[in-house]
């Protein structure tokens, strides 16, 4: 039975015993549905309209039948937060090991900070139960077809730029079209595949009626929406812009690390490979700005002018109300001021004014938030920003830059926060280096050096 507004006046998210995955499908014209169950009261159905070319053969529609139930899977979270039931459930066969350890993780660290955030006692910890290992899949061939997700900010950027660097064929892939993305689509230059994601409604009607809510893994999802897209379309490679510093996380809790970018990080990259591996349809995906840190993208990205009037950073533009979506930069977050720091020793005020329509580091009033993303307040802020010895570092070159370091904000972080976290925190030389950990294959390192290596 589906829900109804009248029945959910009120919904108490401890009464539930059970999330269900209920089946998917997919039409040739490239629209799948996604169904799930709370107990035997709740029911959602998630559409999404995949880009499609050309109209995929049933044996194509076969081939990437792992993978769109991989998407089912990993999507769910979305729905399965609103009441964090200790029971998962398939009306189906249930997935390979692979796949339910990457559900395990998401459905458990992926959901820490929702947790944390929500008083619950602890984190999430449903099984997922597992068939037996399947056959052992073909190693991918290299790269040939590239397809990179755009967000609109400047990790994207940098990553069409390194990927353009490879001489391969290279395309473009976003869920929806907010203006920051479909500006930077337009001065790269290149063909993009466009998704959209229509969530049920009943999700909205159980958060106004008491539903447990707050951040969700959605890097995971987005990453299988693209992997999806690029096997229906020919593609054999999905190359996301997470960094390395993706992987560090914000606080201890309930005895692990909670990480507001846990999808993003190095783990969950590695679980969702050898999940794509298992689920089979000879694509793969990694991270391409994994060697590098987000003070080391920044200051590539500062050389990609044309981007500039472009990118927006600021999540509030992608908030899913319209009435709370901002237009452009908000100027008083986390992330607006994780990338202005970022950003400044590695160019002027006057540009920076330009692009976010104020000088944050001129304004006293910002002090306390920049000093919060060195962790001065005793973690990092649930945002997508860097770990505190990138901010350190930020604060280091800003503070010996004749540019800046008259301005009041750097004064003040040059003497109550530098001055209290002496070399080798923060050390510029290390935090924009080039890290040997990551995934990224021989053949796209080139580019990665060349654009992000000095």
């Known amino acids: 039975m589906q829900a109804t507004s009248g029945l959910l ?3 108490d998210p401890d009464a539930v015993t059970a999330f269900r995955f209920l089946d998917c499908s997919l039409q040739g014209d490239g629209v799948a549905l996604l169904r799930y169950a709370l107990d035997e009261q709740v029911h959602f159905t998630e559409r999404i309209r995949l880009p499609v070319l050309q109209p995929p053969a049933p044996e194509l529609l076969e081939r990437v ?3 769109l139930r991989l998407l089912h899977l990993v999507a769910g979270v979305s729905y399965y937060k609103t009441a964090l039931p200790p029971t998962v459930l398939y009306e189906g066969e249930p997935p390979g090991p692979a796949v339910a350890a990457l559900l395990e993780a998401l459905y458990s660290e992926g ?3 929702l947790a944390y955030r929500n008083a619950r006692p602890g984190l999430p910890r449903p099984a997922f139960p597992h068939g037996p290992d399947p056959e052992p899949a073909a190693a991918p061939p290299s790269p040939r077809r590239l397809l990179v997700p755009v967000g609109g900010g ?3 950027a940098v990553a069409i730029e390194v990927a353009r660097r490879s001489g391969l064929e290279v395309a473009l892939f976003s869920v929806g079209d ?3 993305i479909a500006r930077t689509a337009r001065v790269a230059g290149l063909g993009r595949l466009i998704a959209t994601r229509r969530l049920d409604p009943v999700l909205f009607e159980l958060n106004a009626a008491g539903a447990v809510n707050g951040h969700v893994p959605i890097t995971a999802i987005v990453t299988c929406l693209a992997l999806l897209t690029a096997t229906l379309n020919g593609f054999d490679t999905v190359l996301m812009a997470n960094e390395r510093s993706a992987s560090a996380g914000n606080l201890i809790w309930d005895g692990v690390e909670v990480n507001h970018q846990f999808s993003k990080s190095l783990a969950a990259e590695r679980l969702l ?3 794509v591996a298992e689920a089979g349809g000879g694509v793969r995906q990694l991270s391409l700005l994994r060697p590098a840190s987000e003070l080391a993208i920044a200051r590539a990205f500062a050389r990609l002018e044309p981007y500039h009037a472009a990118f927006t950073s600021c999540n509030a533009i992608f908030r899913i109300d319209p009435a709370l979506r901002a237009s452009s930069w908000c100027r008083d977050c986390p992330k607006c001021r994780f990338v202005f720091l970022t950003l400044a020793p590695f160019t002027t005020p006057e540009h920076l004014r330009e692009i976010f329509g104020a000088d944050l580091l001129a304004e006293e009033s910002q002090f306390e938030g920049f000093a919060l993303l060195a962790a001065s307040g005793g973690h990092k802020p649930f945002e997508c920003v860097g770990e505190e010895q990138e901010s350190l570092a930020a604060m280091r070159l800003l503070a010996a830059d004749e540019r800046w370091r008259e301005h009041a ?3 003040r972080l040059a003497t109550e926060v530098l001055a209290g976290r002496p070399l080798p925190e923060g050390d510029p030389t290390e935090v924009l280096a080039l890290s040997e950990d ?12 060349a654009l992000l290596g000095s």
């Open 154 to 156: 400047k990790d994207s």
């Open 178 to 180: 907010a203006p920051p």
């Open 273 to 275: 490979s050898a999940a």
């Open 409 to 411: 904000v750097v004064r």
């Open 9 to 11: 006046r009120r919904f």
């Open 65 to 67: 039948s792992g993978l």
């Open 438 to 449: 990551h995934d990224v294959p021989a053949e796209l390192m080139d580019g990665v050096r």
């Open 111 to 113: 959901l820490g900070e």
